[in-house]
């Protein structure tokens, strides 16, 4: 039983499509995060939720817009894809903003052709 | 500007020797320090934290070390066994941050038999 699941797992578009990746979380946590890893291996924060309402909003596009339906889904929409969005994205979860034992899904591979 | 410095990209060691990773921070607000494994394909899985008051942590076979005035940490592994090849990163935050974890590129280790 996942505790925290990201679909797709894998994604490929070509560029100027827009895509979703769906992120939920059976842990019971009230926090949940989005981060980046680029090409260089760096892990990011994009957005941080608390009992869905946004934390945290780093230097991101705003092509990029996080929606948090409930406390277990943060969903990831993406307008207008550009080749340097093709990265992995991580879905993570915790409870309270404080506790730093993330629980992360197993992320997703976006390929933008 | 990398706050978070992981210098080895790569470690090799053989099985039961001890592996040694280290993390160097730039930034003397962080006060809460962690470490991650992430094996290929998953997601990274909290390993061990600790806070700036304490300069070790042990947790089994890992023990963070701490030395605030070098603005330096490691982790050690002992014994190491083949099941600890994976990717470590090392993350810092600002314990009143919200959440905002700052990570390495990490570091891949490798266990040899």
């Known amino acids: 039983d996942t505790a925290v699941s990201q679909t797709p797992k894998y994604l490929v578009t070509q560029m100027g499509n827009d895509k979703s990746i769906k992120c939920e979380q059976n842990?019971?946590?009230?926090?949940m995060y989005w981060y980046k890893q680029d090409s260089k291996k760096f892990l990011k924060i994009m957005f941080s939720?608390?009992?869905?309402?946004?934390?945290i909003n780093e230097t991101v596009p705003n092509r990029f817009s996080p929606k948090s339906p409930d406390k277990a889904h943060l969903n990831l929409h993406i307008n207008s894809l550009e080749l340097g969005d093709s990265a992995v994205y991580f879905c993570?979860?915790?409870?309270?903003?404080?506790?730093?034992?993330?629980?992360f899904g197993s992320g997703t591979r976006l390929t933008v052709v | 500007d990398q706050q978070v410095k992981q210098n080895s990209p790569s470690l090799s060691v053989q099985e039961g020797r001890i592996s040694i990773l280290n993390c160097d921070y730039t930034?003397?607000?962080?006060?809460?320090f962690l470490w991650y494994k992430k094996y290929p394909a998953e997601g990274p899985t909290f390993l061990i934290s600790?806070?700036?008051?304490?300069d070790k942590n042990e947790d089994g076979r890992f023990t963070v070390f701490l030395n605030k005035s070098a603005k330096h940490l490691s982790l050690h592994i002992v014994p190491s066994q083949p099941g600890d090849s994976a990717v470590y990163f090392c993350?810092?935050?600002?314990?009143?941050?919200?959440?905002?974890?700052?990570f390495g590129k990490g570091t891949k280790l490798s266990v040899k038999p």
């Open positions: 993570a979860s915790s409870q309270g903003l404080f506790n730093y034992g993330y629980t």
């Open positions: 842990l019971g946590h009230d926090t």
């Open positions: 939720y608390n009992n869905k309402e946004l934390i």
């Open positions: 930034n003397s607000m962080f006060d809460y």
């Open positions: 600790i806070s700036s008051i304490k």
């Open positions: 993350a810092a935050s600002v314990s009143r941050s919200q959440g905002n974890l700052i």
